[in-house]
């Protein structure tokens, strides 16, 4: 029988979270220094949390990580979370390890998209909520709208008036200040105001006294030492390094295990806890349990009481992942295979709760399901980054049945955008089953409308948008729910252009072609028959040969006139290839190269397939 209700009051556990780019690692980076969890001269890179190549190269933190740093006596837990939905899994994951959450909000561009989505799962999870204006100190920064911008989505996500009572500070990460009004923040000499708002307002753990022990497994990790590690919130109880524990799985089965190794985090690095115990409201890494999974429990073993495993959104987007079957597959990467390609789909599933992984009517590919494109993209990266060469299909929409009606998921889209081309984005939009759920106007000539759209009309929604506005579009969106299926919407008016044979490009052939539309390979680059090598002015496709020479004669001529006027290829990165792609077409990707092709090769084949199609649409018409 559980004693009496304790407090642990010498520690805290905290999110921070935020929409992308709001300065969540950065006001980490500020906490560690100050807290003197790093040493004055210790050497660190900027967003020292991001510490994967992927999350530097592109600004974005993608895996929620933890540290801890010490303000006083007290402890703060701190975890860092991706802002971008399509890491939704990682938040989810985040606030089951807290008791409260930091919400962090840009001064000029206020609550977006994945602001209302954080917002969102901290208030369902009942966790009290701080908010810290940031970056104060830009020369367009309008705190006191911004404020009433946050109080105004609390009200609209239904806060209660208990979560409407929330503390307010005013933050320069960058530089290291905070204060309770904008006015002050720029003599603030340092970030006690956040740590002491932290520490008063975020509540301590509390536990019942004897009662037996219960941790949940939230996030895993990997040691070259010791293997795989379990990063777990205690949360009720005491366990030690050789303690024996149950490891309870959520299907129901209990297995005796020995935690071989504990671990607690200081700053950026894990200490070995030794003797030391770890209790109520620790967040430590366990070692010991190879095959341990993301929402399992280690509980007392001689009373076991599994704790709610972490429930995590349905993935809104799917991609069929296979080997690559080009002929030009094997050049560039060391991992080719069915096999090696399917254990690292398996092994993302363990770590990443929010990608699902099916099979297909095909033993060399599989249907991945994720929250959106970017993080489906992030996977394949690290697949090319790690050797592999695999083919990749166009991101797809799931649907689900909903009272016998087909459902689509519809995202709520933010795009900010000078005034004058407000027209174009509206336009854009409209055809792709958009419909207006706000305007408004800050002055200084920018717009900013919301939409509610369909995910499968944002699929290359970002390339248009910015070619569109001349590169100004900013656009941001998360998932709203779930709707009726709105019908077709054609996203791509363009056709492809398509290699008919097997060579090297020539200057005189793409000369001539670089008319018909833009082009995506330049001279002397090897393309195969099937291979998307540009797109066409045309909504039809075209088949061409990139590789034709000119006719030799016995006169002299100069082509240095015709090298001079060929234009540079347009070069895809993947996220662009993948936004390209239309329903009949792949990107096959390789350590060094992303390139674009039908998935039927062969001319003729897709011929005939276009003649069976034809009939079958003529009968459809007929009937309709």
Same mark, same amino acid.
């Given at each position: 029988?559980?004693?009496? /209700? ?6 805290r556990n905290v999110a921070i979270v935020a929409h992308v780019d709001h300065g969540k690692t950065t006001l980490v980076d500020a906490m560690l220094r100050q807290s003197g969890a790093l ?55 985040? /606030? ?30 009942? &966790? ?31 806060? =209660? ?15 290291? +200040? ?15 105001? &956040? ?18 022990? +219960? ?45 071989? +190794? ?111 494109? &970017? ?55 409209a055809a792709r089953k958009g419909r207006v759920a706000h305007m408004a106007s800050h002055g200084s000539g920018w717009a900013r409308t919301e939409w509610l759209v369909p995910a499968r009309?944002?699929?290359? /929604? ?43 490009? =020539? ?11 833009? %082009? ?42 015709? /090298? ?13 290839? %993948? ?10 990707? =390789? ?26 649409? %003529? ?6």
């Amino acid at each position: 029988m559980a004693g009496e /209700l304790r407090t642990r009051r010498e520690v805290r556990n905290v999110a921070i979270v935020a929409h992308v780019d709001h300065g969540k690692t950065t006001l980490v980076d500020a906490m560690l220094r100050q807290s003197g969890a790093l040493r004055p001269n210790q050497q660190v890179p900027e967003r020292a949390m991001d510490n994967t190549d992927l999350e530097r190269e592109k600004g974005i933190t993608i895996l929620a990580k933890n540290t801890a740093v010490h303000y006083g006596d007290v402890r703060v837990n701190i975890v860092d979370t991706p802002g971008h939905a399509d890491f939704g899994g990682e938040v989810e994951r985040a /606030l089951t390890m807290v008791d409260g959450v930091l919400l962090l909000v840009d001064a000029s561009e206020g609550p977006l998209p994945q602001t209302r989505f954080v917002l969102r799962k901290s208030l369902e999870a009942r &966790l009290p909520i701080a908010v810290v204006i940031n970056k104060v100190d830009r020369p367009d920064a309008r705190p006191k709208e911004v404020l009433d911008g946050v109080y105004d989505l609390f009200i609209d996500l239904g806060a =209660t008036e208990g979560q409407l009572d929330f503390p307010v500070a005013y933050a320069n990460a960058r530089s290291g +200040q905070a204060a309770l009004s904008p006015e002050e923040v720029a003599i603030a000499p340092d970030l006690k105001v &956040l740590f002491e708002l932290l520490v008063s307002y975020i509540p301590a753990p509390v536990y019942h006294e004897g009662h037996p022990f +219960q941790a949940l497994v939230a996030n895993l990790d990997a040691s070259p030492y010791v293997g795989r590690l379990a990063i777990c919130r205690v949360h009720q109880g005491w366990v030690k390094k050789g303690d024996l524990a149950a490891w309870c799985r959520p299907e129901g089965t209990t297995q005796r295990v020995r935690i071989s +190794q504990l671990y607690f985090t200081e700053a950026l690095e894990r200490v070995d806890a030794g003797e030391r115990a770890a209790g109520p409201g620790d967040i430590v890494a366990i070692a010991g349990i190879p095959e341990v999974m993301i929402g399992d429990t280690l509980a007392d073993p001689d009373d076991p009481r599994p704790l709610p495993p972490v429930r995590v959104d349905e993935p809104a987007i799917s991609m069929t992942f296979g080997v690559n079957t080009s002929p030009l597959a094997g050049r560039e990467g060391t991992r080719l295979t069915a096999r090696l390609l399917k254990g690292r789909l398996d092994a993302e599933t363990v770590g990443n709760v929010s990608v699902r992984v099916l099979p297909t009517g095909r033993p060399d590919t599989w249907e991945v399901q994720g929250r959106g494109e &970017l993080a489906l993209a992030v996977l394949v990266e690290l697949m090319r980054r790690e050797g592999f060469e695999l083919t990749v299909g166009k991101p797809q929409a799931l649907t689900k049945v909903i009272g016998g009606v087909a459902h689509e998921p519809v995202e709520r889209a933010l795009v900010d955008v000078p005034e004058e081309h407000l027209g174009a984005v509206t336009q854009i939009l409209a055809a792709r089953k958009g419909r207006v759920a706000h305007m408004a106007s800050h002055g200084s000539g920018w717009a900013r409308t919301e939409w509610l759209v369909p995910a499968r009309g944002l699929i290359g /929604l970002r390339s248009q948008l910015l070619t569109e506005t001349r590169g100004t579009a900013q656009l941001h969106h998360v998932l709203d729910g779930w709707e009726p299926w709105q019908g077709e919407i054609r996203t791509r008016q363009s056709g492809s252009i398509v290699a008919d044979r097997r060579g090297r490009c =020539t200057s005189y052939a793409l000369l001539g072609l670089q008319e018909r539309g833009t %082009l995506f390979v330049g001279p002397g680059t090897e393309v195969y028959e099937g291979m998307v090598i540009g797109e066409n002015a045309r909504p039809e496709d075209m088949d061409v040969n990139p590789a034709k020479e000119r006719k030799l004669t016995n006169m002299r001529s100069s082509t240095a006139e015709e /090298l001079v006027r060929l234009t540079p290829p347009r070069v895809l990165s993947l996220e662009q290839a %993948l936004e390209f792609l239309r329903e009949d077409e792949c990107a096959e990707v =390789t350590p060094s190269s992303v390139r674009l092709r039908k998935v039927t090769l062969s001319q003729a084949e897709r011929a005939k397939a276009r003649a069976r199609a034809r009939p079958a649409q %003529l009968s459809e018409g007929s009937s309709g």
